[in-house]
T-cell receptor, first 113, second 110 residues
Framework: SQTIHQWPATLVQPVGSPLSLECTVE??????LYWYRQAAGRGLQLLFY??????ISSEVPQNLSASRPQDRQFILSSKKLLLSDSGFYLC????????????FGDGTRLSIL | DAKTTQPPSMDCAEGRAANLPCNHS???????VYWYRQIHSQGPQYIIH???NNETNEMASLIITEDRKSSTLILPHATLRDTAVYYC???????????FGTGTRLLVSP
């Protein structure tokens, strides 16, 4: 069966510091990969998605970037964190196919001080 | 993507069926209905999805009306662990993102 791993589960970072969140998927090949953010008390916002290695689409302009160095690895990065980057970051994967559901990881709760 | 409307909260007794409604009156022919739930501090969990036929899996059943303007998620025997926020989402097959609304907060009580 397929599994998705995100780490770390929680992270506290100072303003201006860099960020790297990693997500890996097991048990499937060539998945679509996604990064979402959920601000406190709000809905999920799609940040990036990828349909293949090195292919990244950005949904909203922001202080973050994403990379997909391997088929089942998706990384969310920032060079300098802002206070507004605080939130719950979720990675998700889906199979290839127009209506395949997305499956989410357990998320990383990021607090910026 | 079509907008969905769900009641903000519902209660259900443990062991009884939980029927969660969703209105999506502007749904188009290429849009699927997805249901997710989110337990506090966890990532959303996929439950079920469908286009126009009723669907059933090990977690739930999805009933979609013939005109596709509404649907109902049925948890046949609710347990305390089913307490969560349930989201009904309509997504076009050509779009990647899921748009989560405010959902229905289901409370299952003993």
């Amino acid at each position: 069966s397929q599994t998705i791993h995100q780490w770390p589960a929680t992270l506290v970072q100072p303003v201006g510091s860099p960020l790297s969140l990693e997500c890996t998927v097991e048990g499937t090949s060539n998945p679509n990969l996604y990064w979402y953010r959920q601000a406190a008390g709000r809905g999920l916002q799609l940040l990036f998605y990828s349909v293949g290695i090195g292919q990244i689409s950005s949904e909203v302009p922001q202080n973050l970037s994403a990379s997909r160095p391997q088929d089942r690895q998706f990384i969310l990065s920032s060079k300098k964190l802002l206070l507004s980057d605080s939130g719950f970051y979720l990675c998700a994967w889906s199979g290839v196919g127009a209506h395949q559901p997305q499956h989410f990881g357990d998320g990383t709760r990021l607090s910026i001080l | 993507d079509a907008k969905t409307t769900q009641p903000p909260s519902m209660d259900c007794a443990e062991g009884r069926a939980a029927n969660l409604p969703c209105n999506h009156s502007t749904i188009s022919g290429n849009e699927y209905v997805y249901w997710y739930r989110q337990i506090h501090s966890q990532g959303p969990q996929y439950i079920i999805h469908g286009l126009k036929n009723n669907e059933t899996n090990e977690m739930a059943s999805l009933i979609i009306t013939e005109d596709r303007k509404s649907s109902t998620l049925i948890l046949p025997h609710a347990t305390l662990r089913d307490t969560a926020v349930y989201y009904c989402i309509v997504r076009h097959t050509g779009f990647q993102k899921l748009v989560f609304g405010t959902g229905t907060r289901l409370l299952v009580s003993p």
